[in-house]
Protein backbone atom coordinates (compact mmCIF):
# COMPACT_ATOMS: atom_id res chain seq x y z
CA UNK A 1 0.00 0.00 0.00
CA UNK A 2 1.52 3.28 -1.08
CA UNK A 3 1.97 5.88 1.68
CA UNK A 4 0.15 8.70 2.04
CA UNK A 5 1.96 11.89 1.51
CA UNK A 6 0.78 15.26 4.54
CA UNK A 7 0.92 18.31 3.41
CA UNK A 8 0.21 21.65 4.77
CA UNK A 9 -0.19 24.84 2.72
CA UNK A 10 0.93 28.39 3.80
CA UNK A 11 -0.23 30.82 0.71
CA UNK A 12 -1.48 34.19 1.54
CA UNK A 13 -3.70 34.53 -1.58
CA UNK A 14 -6.83 33.09 -1.18
CA UNK A 15 -7.52 32.04 -4.88
CA UNK A 16 -3.91 30.54 -5.39
CA UNK A 17 -4.48 28.77 -1.88
CA UNK A 18 -7.63 27.77 -2.54
CA UNK A 19 -6.76 26.18 -5.98
CA UNK A 20 -3.47 24.48 -4.77
CA UNK A 21 -5.57 22.73 -2.20
CA UNK A 22 -7.87 21.60 -4.31
CA UNK A 23 -5.16 20.23 -6.57
CA UNK A 24 -3.45 18.17 -3.22
CA UNK A 25 -7.18 16.84 -2.05
CA UNK A 26 -7.46 15.50 -5.39
CA UNK A 27 -5.01 13.45 -5.69
CA UNK A 28 -5.23 9.62 -3.95
CA UNK A 29 -1.69 9.64 -2.70
CA UNK A 30 -2.09 13.04 -0.46
CA UNK A 31 -3.51 14.73 1.82
CA UNK A 32 -4.14 17.79 3.32
CA UNK A 33 -3.43 18.43 6.51
CA UNK A 34 -3.87 22.18 6.86
CA UNK A 35 -3.47 25.37 5.19
CA UNK A 36 -3.78 29.00 6.18
CA UNK A 37 -2.81 32.58 5.11
CA UNK A 38 -1.58 33.95 7.94
CA UNK A 39 2.63 33.15 8.90
CA UNK A 40 1.44 32.36 12.88
CA UNK A 41 -0.85 30.20 11.94
CA UNK A 42 1.32 28.12 9.53
CA UNK A 43 4.23 28.11 12.00
CA UNK A 44 1.26 26.58 14.32
CA UNK A 45 0.27 23.82 11.99
CA UNK A 46 3.60 22.57 11.19
CA UNK A 47 4.74 22.17 14.53
CA UNK A 48 1.42 20.84 15.73
CA UNK A 49 0.94 18.18 12.34
CA UNK A 50 4.67 17.60 11.49
CA UNK A 51 3.34 16.97 7.40
CA UNK A 52 5.76 14.97 5.13
CA UNK A 53 5.67 18.22 2.83
CA UNK A 54 5.07 21.79 3.53
CA UNK A 55 4.24 24.19 0.35
CA UNK A 56 5.19 27.69 1.46
CA UNK A 57 4.76 30.85 -0.22
CA UNK A 58 7.59 32.94 1.60
CA UNK A 59 6.88 36.37 0.50
CA UNK A 60 9.34 38.57 2.32
CA UNK A 61 13.16 39.22 1.58
CA UNK A 62 15.55 36.07 0.95
CA UNK A 63 17.66 36.60 4.37
CA UNK A 64 13.53 36.52 5.91
CA UNK A 65 12.84 33.47 3.73
CA UNK A 66 16.22 31.94 4.89
CA UNK A 67 15.11 32.41 8.65
CA UNK A 68 11.81 30.95 8.16
CA UNK A 69 13.25 28.00 6.53
CA UNK A 70 15.33 27.17 9.10
CA UNK A 71 12.87 27.70 12.03
CA UNK A 72 10.38 25.16 10.31
CA UNK A 73 13.57 22.78 9.96
CA UNK A 74 14.30 23.29 13.82
CA UNK A 75 10.05 22.71 14.27
CA UNK A 76 10.06 19.90 12.04
CA UNK A 77 13.28 18.23 10.99
CA UNK A 78 11.74 15.25 9.22
CA UNK A 79 9.30 17.78 6.98
CA UNK A 80 10.04 18.56 3.27
CA UNK A 81 9.81 21.68 2.52
CA UNK A 82 9.06 23.48 -0.88
CA UNK A 83 8.81 26.92 -1.29
CA UNK A 84 6.45 28.85 -3.95
CA UNK A 85 8.22 31.62 -5.50
CA UNK A 86 7.55 34.06 -8.16
CA UNK A 87 10.57 33.08 -10.53
CA UNK A 88 13.21 34.68 -8.19
CA UNK A 89 17.05 35.33 -9.03
CA UNK A 90 19.51 32.10 -8.83
CA UNK A 91 21.14 33.44 -5.44
CA UNK A 92 17.67 33.32 -4.02
CA UNK A 93 16.70 30.02 -5.06
CA UNK A 94 20.05 28.45 -3.98
CA UNK A 95 19.95 30.67 -0.19
CA UNK A 96 16.88 28.69 -0.06
CA UNK A 97 18.41 25.87 -0.56
CA UNK A 98 21.30 25.81 1.76
CA UNK A 99 18.60 26.94 4.58
CA UNK A 100 17.29 23.48 4.46
CA UNK A 101 14.68 23.73 1.53
CA UNK A 102 13.91 20.54 -0.10
CA UNK A 103 12.45 21.70 -3.44
CA UNK A 104 11.33 25.38 -5.34
CA UNK A 105 8.45 25.42 -7.73
CA UNK A 106 6.99 28.97 -9.60
CA UNK A 107 3.61 30.32 -9.37
CA UNK A 108 3.01 29.71 -13.10
CA UNK A 109 3.47 25.57 -12.90
CA UNK A 110 1.22 23.45 -14.00
CA UNK A 111 -1.11 21.18 -11.08
CA UNK A 112 0.77 18.27 -12.54
CA UNK A 113 4.52 19.60 -11.98
CA UNK A 114 3.02 20.81 -8.32
CA UNK A 115 2.16 17.07 -7.50
CA UNK A 116 5.25 15.91 -9.27
CA UNK A 117 7.15 18.26 -6.97
CA UNK A 118 5.89 17.12 -3.48
CA UNK A 119 6.02 13.77 -4.33
CA UNK A 120 9.80 13.81 -5.57
CA UNK A 121 10.45 15.51 -2.26
CA UNK A 122 8.97 13.42 -0.60
CA UNK A 123 11.01 10.52 -2.33
CA UNK A 124 14.04 12.40 -1.81
CA UNK A 125 14.32 13.82 -4.95
CA UNK A 126 16.07 17.09 -6.03
CA UNK A 127 13.30 19.40 -7.26
CA UNK A 128 14.99 22.40 -8.15
CA UNK A 129 15.96 23.88 -11.70
CA UNK A 130 19.51 21.84 -12.36
CA UNK A 131 20.63 24.72 -14.45
CA UNK A 132 20.15 27.74 -12.45
CA UNK A 133 21.74 25.55 -9.49
CA UNK A 134 24.53 25.37 -11.46
CA UNK A 135 24.96 28.57 -12.23
CA UNK A 136 24.22 29.23 -8.48
CA UNK A 137 26.75 26.53 -7.48
CA UNK A 138 30.27 27.89 -9.91
CA UNK A 139 29.23 31.54 -8.09
CA UNK A 140 29.35 29.99 -4.52
CA UNK A 141 32.22 30.10 -2.38
CA UNK A 142 31.25 26.54 -0.10
CA UNK A 143 34.21 25.45 2.02
CA UNK A 144 33.71 21.96 3.00
CA UNK A 145 35.37 21.01 6.24
CA UNK A 146 38.24 18.64 6.96
CA UNK A 147 35.79 15.73 8.12
CA UNK A 148 33.54 16.06 4.86
CA UNK A 149 35.58 15.55 2.06
CA UNK A 150 35.71 13.32 -1.20
CA UNK A 151 37.37 10.62 -0.01
CA UNK A 152 34.66 10.38 2.53
CA UNK A 153 32.15 9.54 -0.40
CA UNK A 154 32.35 6.36 -2.40
CA UNK A 155 32.71 6.38 -5.68
CA UNK A 156 29.11 4.27 -5.95
CA UNK A 157 27.77 6.94 -3.88
CA UNK A 158 29.37 9.91 -5.87
CA UNK A 159 27.95 8.06 -9.11
CA UNK A 160 24.28 7.85 -7.51
CA UNK A 161 25.02 11.56 -6.75
CA UNK A 162 25.75 12.79 -10.03
CA UNK A 163 22.53 10.94 -12.19
CA UNK A 164 20.21 12.45 -9.57
CA UNK A 165 22.14 15.42 -10.36
CA UNK A 166 20.75 15.07 -14.30
CA UNK A 167 17.38 14.34 -13.08
CA UNK A 168 16.84 10.75 -12.63
CA UNK A 169 14.94 9.32 -9.93
CA UNK A 170 15.48 6.47 -7.36
CA UNK A 171 14.09 3.93 -9.50
CA UNK A 172 16.32 5.02 -12.87
CA UNK A 173 19.45 5.81 -10.87
CA UNK A 174 19.13 1.95 -9.80
CA UNK A 175 18.26 0.47 -12.84
CA UNK A 176 21.25 2.65 -14.20
CA UNK A 177 24.06 1.62 -11.70
CA UNK A 178 22.17 -2.37 -11.62
CA UNK A 179 21.14 -2.65 -7.94
CA UNK A 180 17.96 -1.95 -6.02
CA UNK A 181 16.05 0.69 -5.13
CA UNK A 182 17.05 0.52 -1.33
CA UNK A 183 20.38 0.12 -2.10
CA UNK A 184 19.98 3.84 -3.38
CA UNK A 185 18.38 5.31 -0.46
CA UNK A 186 21.34 3.69 1.60
CA UNK A 187 23.89 5.75 -0.46
CA UNK A 188 21.98 8.89 -0.16
CA UNK A 189 21.33 8.16 3.66
CA UNK A 190 25.40 7.95 3.88
CA UNK A 191 26.01 10.32 1.60
CA UNK A 192 23.66 12.71 3.78
CA UNK A 193 25.11 11.97 7.45
CA UNK A 194 28.76 12.94 5.67
CA UNK A 195 28.08 16.06 3.92
CA UNK A 196 26.34 17.52 7.01
CA UNK A 197 23.13 18.24 4.49
CA UNK A 198 19.28 17.06 4.82
CA UNK A 199 18.34 16.44 1.28
CA UNK A 200 19.21 15.38 -2.11
CA UNK A 201 18.79 19.04 -3.72
CA UNK A 202 21.55 20.41 -0.66
CA UNK A 203 24.09 17.38 -1.31
CA UNK A 204 24.23 18.36 -5.10
CA UNK A 205 24.53 22.00 -4.90
CA UNK A 206 27.55 20.79 -2.31
CA UNK A 207 28.92 18.86 -5.21
CA UNK A 208 28.29 21.50 -7.85
CA UNK A 209 30.03 24.50 -5.76
CA UNK A 210 33.34 21.97 -5.07
CA UNK A 211 33.66 20.30 -8.04
CA UNK A 212 32.97 16.94 -7.76
CA UNK A 213 31.73 16.48 -10.98
CA UNK A 214 29.88 18.18 -14.00
CA UNK A 215 27.05 18.53 -15.43
CA UNK A 216 28.53 18.28 -18.96
Not at 24 to 35: K, Q, T, Y
Not at 79 to 94: F, N
Not at 126 to 141: C, E, N, P
Amino acid sequence: MTAVISVVVGEPIPLMREGICKIIAGAPDLELAGDTGNRDHFLQLVANREPKVVLADLRCPTPAKCGLIKRLKRMAPTTRIVVLGDGASESCVMACVEAGAAGYIIEDASADQLLQTIRGVYAGEAVVDLSAMLKAAKKSHIQISGSINLKGINLRELGALQLAARGLSNKAIAQKMFVSERTIHSYFRSMFRKMGVASRTEAIYQALANDWFTLD
